[in-house]
Each structure stands twice: as structure tokens, then as C-alpha cells.
């Protein structure tokens, strides 16, 4: 078992690249299941997550090739309809994109409920209204999601998801693409990796329009066709090097970022204190001899990002004053709480809302990473705690960030990672976050 073992103290100095975003790849992935022909993606970040869904792909009768560490072809053009390997899919919640692009494709998909046990309950109730509202029928028994186009192929329908979601938009996009006549989909999720897969598929040869509004409209078309494409910067990893150089007092230029797309994080910072220079594709940050309390709301884009939100309650146990987090997206975001205490911080939930008494010293502790970005949180506040930090469970913050440990240690960050047996003897956890 992974362990990283952080020696607290070192303000992080350099320069970091930021890889593709996580959230577009595991979209853009399934995606190239429905084009006949080659896809040549660049910008793939390597990141577990990834490899999982090309390791699925593989499995149901895709080449894939890699051109160098983050540029890939896949070419699904002689993909057969199959059920998809489920001992995968069951520990990735990004699996649920096979729905809507195995639907688009054969017009049948059979895939496990995917998890998401660590914020609360999470439901796929706005896919499956999607998928139903474009002709499949949907039913979930035994932990399956059986959905069948009735007509063979889907049929555009005017959708009014309920709930702002982020995978119901990206999977009822991918579905309609491929389905006859037009799907408007309203109260959409506008996060960049939705304007990402329109881009995508739209360079594939679909007819996605208005991703990135409220309102996304979908002509589908017969076929889509191979081509090339160029995966946006991680707006959370960006944004996490951003949080980790204000915390450690250092100064970090973020390379291969859109500055557009951290602005909310960029404003929050600046009310810390922390000083950000905004340039054409990279952000400069420079961390304040002392933080200043924020509050945050954390909302759907352009809203502050739920992922960014333990990394900056990280940040808030250092600032003086008292922060206050409201969650607006997850149930149940703060068990990286309990860890930050093991640590000397002060912090009260109750429910969607964390009060954090700031100004405190944290001191290094044994402590867990609850999920991908908590186990980030973590990191964050060993960097800058008294005395030695060890984060297990690091396979999720590896799900999510591509050479975490390195990266930092090219920033001066003291940081190891460690590969000790696992006394449970269990090397296979089911996990299901992100
Ligand atoms: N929701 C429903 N019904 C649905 C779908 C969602 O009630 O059918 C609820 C969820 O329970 C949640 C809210 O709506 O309370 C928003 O969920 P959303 O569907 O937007 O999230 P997601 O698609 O499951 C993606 C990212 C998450 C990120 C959220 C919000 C992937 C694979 N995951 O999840 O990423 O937090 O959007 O931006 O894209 C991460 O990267 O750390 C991560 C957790």
C-alpha cells in the first residue's frame, strides 16, 4: 500500500505543468466509442481513472495506442456490441459515460450502477430521466442499469434535468449525438469539460451547440468520424497548485492553464491576501506572509468548485479569522474534516456548513485520504504543518492527479511517496469516487 510521507516546512518555488483535465478525459475516453474511425487525442492526463476506462475500451475490442506518455489513438471503428468488463466499471464512477455512449452506438448498454459513496448519495435518477426522455428503457435490478433504445436508435426529446448535473449533461450529449432529430437539454451544467466533449464530438463530425449555457442543443447526425483533438488544462489541478503555493508562503508559476476557468479560485485567493498575476496561459501565484479568513459557497460552474473545496479548507485552517465553507453541490463533503483535526485544526460542521478556526499550527499526524480531493487537502496541510505527515490511501489522489509527488518535489515540497504491504492483505479495493 502507497503511502506518502511529507516533512512539513518548505514553501513550494518553480514552475508546474498542468496536465489534461481529468473530468474531460473520462468523457472524451467513452466518447470515441461512437466514431467510426481514428481518434487522435492529445492531452490525455495519466492518471488511474484513465487508465481504467482505456483498459474497459481495450476490453471491448478497442486499439489503443499511445503516441507518447499523454497523446493516444484510439480507433473503435470494429467495436461489436458486448456488455461492458463490470469488475472495472464498478470501481469508476466515470463508468456511467458508457451508457450514453454505448446507447448512441448500438442502442443497447448494459453497465453496473457506478458508486459514489463519499459524499452522500449519488444518484443517476437525470441520466436515466435522459435516457428514457430519448426512447431507451431504462431499469436498474441487481445493480445493473439496462437501458434499450425501444426503436433500435434513440430519438431527440427536449430534456429539463431537475438537478444541475455535470454527468447527466455529459451523458445525455454523448447519447444524442448519435440519436435521429434534435435533443434540447435545459438547466444544463456549464463546466468547461462539457464545453470540452461538444468540442470533441463536434470535431468528430457531431452538431452539439450552446455547451457551456444553460441550454444545450444536439442535431444528431448518422455517423461520427475519426479525427483530432486537444484535451483543456485541469481547472481542480491547477487550482490545487495554486491553493498549496499560497498556503506554503511560496511562489508557483502554474504553466498550461486557461486563466478564464480559475478566476473564481483566483478572486478567493486574492481575499486571502495571496497574490495572483493572471497571464495568456499561466498563473502566477505568490503567497502572503499572513492569510486573511475567506468564506465559500461552493456551486455549479461558474460558481466556486465543489473539488476545489477541502483543498481550500487546507488553506482556511492556516488564514486568521474564521472561514466558513457552505456546501451547495454534496451531501456530505467534509470527512477530510475529521482528519485536518487529527492535525491541531479547529473545525464544526453541521451538515452542508464547516466553521474553521483559523490561525491555528498544525502539527503532522497520521492521517487518511478520505477521497481524491481530500487526500489533496491532506497533502496541502502537511506541507505546511510542524513535523512529519503520512496520508495513506493515496490510490484515490492518484486517481485523480497525474506525478502529484513529483511535481511537488520539483517545487521544493519535502514529499515520498512509500510502498508498504498492506496488512489487510487486500490489494483489491473497491472504490468509487471522482
Ligand atoms: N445528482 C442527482 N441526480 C443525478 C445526478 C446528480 O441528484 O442524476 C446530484 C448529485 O448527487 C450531486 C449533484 O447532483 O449532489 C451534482 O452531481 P453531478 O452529476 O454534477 O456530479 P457527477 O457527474 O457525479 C462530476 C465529477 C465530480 C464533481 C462533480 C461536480 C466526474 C467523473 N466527476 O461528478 O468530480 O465533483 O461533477 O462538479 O466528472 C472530483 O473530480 O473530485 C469529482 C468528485
Redesign the pocket.
Known amino acids: 500500500m502507497e503511502k506518502y510521507i511529507i516533512n512539513g516546512g518548505k514553501a513550494l518555488h518553480g514552475e508546474v505543468e498542468i496536465s489534461g483535465a481529468?473530468?474531460a478525459a473520462?468523457?472524451i475516453i467513452p466518447a470515441a466509442l461512437m466514431v467510426d474511425g481514428v481518434c487522435h487525442i492529445e492531452n490525455i492526463p495519466q492518471i488511474s481513472?484513465t487508465d481504467m476506462l482505456l483498459t474497459i475500451l481495450k476490453e471491448l475490442g478497442a486499439k489503443v495506442r499511445f503516441l507518447n506518455k499523454s497523446t493516444i489513438e484510439i480507433d473503435c471503428t470494429h467495436v461489436r456490441y458486448q456488455d461492458a468488463p463490470y469488475d472495472l466499471m464498478r470501481k469508476i464512477?466515470?463508468s456511467?459515460y458508457l451508457i450514453g455512449a454505448m446507447l448512441g452506438r448500438f442502442g443497447s448498454a448494459k453497465t453496473t450502477m457506478p458508486g459514489?459513496c463519499n459524499?452522500?448519495?449519488?444518484?443517476?435518477?437525470?441520466?436515466?430521466?435522459g435516457m428514457t426522455a430519448l426512447g431507451a428503457d431504462v431499469d436498474v435490478k441487481n445493480g445493473f442499469v439496462y437501458a434499450d433504445a425501444r426503436d433500435g436508435r434513440l430519438h431527440g426529446a427536449r430534456i429539463y434535468l431537475d438537478?444541475?448535473?455535470?454527468?447527466?449533461t455529459?451523458n445525455i450529449i454523448l447519447a444524442a449525438a448519435l440519436a435521429q432529430g434534435r435533443t434540447i437539454i435545459e438547466n444544463a451544467?456549464r463546466?468547461p469539460?462539457i464545453v470540452d466533449l461538444a468540442n470533441f464530438l463536434n470535431s468528430m463530425g457531431a452538431d452539439v451547440r450552446g455547451a457551456g449555457t444553460d441550454t444545450v442543443k444536439v442535431n444528431g447526425v448518422d455517423r461520427l468520424h475519426g479525427g483530432s483533438y486537444a484535451i483543456i488544462p485541469d481547472q481542480?489541478e491547477a487550482g490545487t497548485y495554486m491553493v498549496a503555493a499560497a498556503a506554503t508562503g511560496g511562489e508557483v508559476l502554474i504553466k498550461n492553464v486557461i486563466p478564464r476557468h480559475l478566476e473564481c479560485i483566483s478572486a478567493k485567493l486574492r481575499e486571502t491576501g495571496t497574490i495572483v498575476q493572471e497571464y495568456e496561459d499561466s498563473v502566477l501565484v505568490k503567497g502572503a506572509s499572513s492569510l486573511r479568513k475567506v468564506n465559500i459557497k461552493t456551486l455549479?460552474?461558474p460558481g466556486f468548485?465543489?473539488?476545489m473545496q477541502p483543498p481550500m479548507g487546507a488553506l482556511m485552517c492556516l488564514a486568521n479569522g474564521t472561514s466558513v465553507i457552505t456546501e451547495g453541490?454534496?451531501?456530505n463533503r467534509f470527512k477530510y474534516t475529521n482528519e485536518l483535526r487529527k492535525m491541531g485544526a479547529e473545525i464544526q460542521v453541521d451538515g452542508r456548513v464547516a466553521v474553521i478556526e483559523g490561525g491555528k499550527r498544525l502539527t503532522g499526524a497520521p492521517v487518511h485520504a478520505c477521497?481524491?480531493?481530500a487526500g489533496a487537502a491532506m497533502v496541502i496541510a502537511g506541507m505546511c504543518a510542524t513535523g512529519t505527515t503520512v496520508v495513506e490511501d493515496v490510490h484515490y489522489i492518484e486517481r485523480?492527479y497525474e506525478n502529484f509527488v513529483g511535481k511537488l518535489k520539483a517545487l521544493g515540497a519535502d514529499i515520498e511517496c512509500v510502498d508498504e504491504p498492506d496488512e489487510s492483505g487486500s490489494s483489491d479495493k473497491i472504490v468509487c469516487?471522482?
Do not use: W
Request: with cysteine; glycine share 8%.
Open positions: 481529468k473530468n473520462v468523457a481513472d464512477r466515470a456511467y459514489g459524499f452522500g448519495v449519488r444518484p443517476i435518477d437525470q441520466h436515466i430521466k438537478k444541475v448535473s455535470v454527468g447527466a455529459m451544467a463546466e469539460h481542480i455549479p460552474y468548485p465543489t473539488d453541490v454534496y451531501d477521497d481524491l480531493r485523480g469516487v471522482c
